[in-house]
């Protein structure tokens, strides 16, 4: 089948290059001429395990194909898939400018039916806004074609995305029209093998199961966060409480997680996005807004406790800090936990000494050259004469250090564990002091008894 891909970011590149891969002839499309030069080039923008060889490859083959002009890839797409992006507006609410504006493209040139397909994550009733502002742009060319707005939110997780579009375990398809649910259904034939992964509903609700899916995700983990602090207050340990909890096959062991709070592209604006809708609906999601305060205030934890354990005096102090992208196998640190802790640490004065085994162009990006921050090749460079170590990010090389070299190394033998990879009393077994999230004194009554 022809394909057309409009956008490629994290979504757009990700499902252009899958359909690709399975044989369909896809063109992908971007208003960023650099990017698209450096993609035909086989220059991949952003860090995504097993994406590169698969649009090098696919590139080669012919199968995927670049460029900056709408027209001949409107033209060519019986399927054209809209995947740009939906930042935040100031107000919290997603910003649809570049959504429209492709609308008003296809619009534009659009000469024959086609099925548009939303892959972005756009607030419940966008499908009718696109479907409206391009029958408007036809109209104006005095032209009737006969058209399909479909909605298809993409489920995709980094470090895992090309897994997730090529392996899904739900495709949604929200839409009211047979001949587009007939194509689409072909078109994800090779991705629907075994048993039906296909979920047919209405626009709408296609849309707002996106966001309910997010919401879902962010609610565990702030609640999880929530339980952390409580346990910390109570002398217990979240993370037996964690294991406590998850045998609970309703309750789950996925997304359980206690940290430095949830940050990346998807989940901070999205409950914001979604809080918004309800209150534009004339309903005030109470418990979206608790989701969120609740990350904003656990994304300041680690630096809580390092104050606490300084007695407050951080000036002049090093601090290495390990992970720098909001999770690990990504370089993307958009809202990062790593940038709200470093912010926080420079303001009391300290000095950061960084070791992202991905995130270190980004971070260079984002800070820019500054005596406070030294981005270092190597984990162990980080730790030299330092007066503790953070981790934020839970990167797998960070999982099993030689605590005894680690001892040596730093400074003060203090660690901040802001992902609770560590045991406790094996970091202590070693002359270092110990802090986790939501770690309380169950973890001395343990080693005392
Ligand atoms: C998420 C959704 O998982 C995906 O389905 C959707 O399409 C896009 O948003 P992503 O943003 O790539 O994907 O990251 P995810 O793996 O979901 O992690 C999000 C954040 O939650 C990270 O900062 C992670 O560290 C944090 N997290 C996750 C926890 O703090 N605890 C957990 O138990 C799980």
Known sequence: MNVTVFGTGYV??????????????????????????RLGRGEIPIYEPGLEELVL????????????EAAPAIAHGDVIFIAVGTPPGEDGSADLTHVLAVARTIGQHLGAGSII??????????ADRVRATIADVLAGRGIAIDFDVVS???????????????????????????????????LYAPFNRNHDRIVLMDVRSAELTKYAANAMLATKISFM????????????????????????????????????????????????????IARAGGYEASLLQAVEQVNEAQKSRLFELICQHFGNDLGGRTIAVWGLAFKPNT??????????????????????????????????Q??????????????????????????????????SPDFKVLATRLKSAVIFDGRNIYDPLAVEAAGIAYYGIGRGRSVARVQAG
């Open 366 to 399: 984002i800070f820019g050259e500054r005596a406070d921050l030294v981005l270092c090749e190597q984990a162990q460079q980080a730790l030299q004469d330092a007066d503790a170590l953070v981790v934020v990010t839970e990167w797998k090389a960070f999982r």
């Open 152 to 186: 298809n939110p993409e489920f995709l997780k980094e470090g895992d995305a090309v897994n997730d579009c090529m392996r899904p375990d739900r495709i949604v398809i929200g839409s009211d029209s047979a001949k587009a649910i007939t194509v689409l259904r072909r």
């Open 225 to 276: 966060n929530e339980m952390a602090n409580i346990a910390e207050r109570v002398g217990a340990d979240i993370e037996q409480v964690r294991h406590g909890i998850g045998s609970d096959p309703r309750i789950g062991y996925h997304f359980i997680y206690p940290g430095a709070g949830y940050g990346g592209s998807c989940f901070p604006k999205d409950v914001q996005a979604l809080h918004r």
């Open 12 to 37: 757009g590149l990700v499902t252009g290059t899958c359909l690709a891969e399975m044989g369909n002839a896809v063109v992908c499309v971007d208003v960023d001429a650099g990017k698209i030069e």
């Open 117 to 126: 397909v939303n892959k972005s994550t756009v607030p419940v009733g966008t």
């Open 57 to 68: 490859a696919n590139h080669a083959a012919g199968r995927l194909a670049f460029t900056t």
């Open 331 to 364: 370089d993307d640190m958009r809202e990062a936990p790593s940038r709200r802790l470093l912010e926080q640490l420079w303001q009391a004065g300290a000095r950061v000494q960084a070791f992202d085994p991905e995130a270190r162009e980004e971070a260079r």
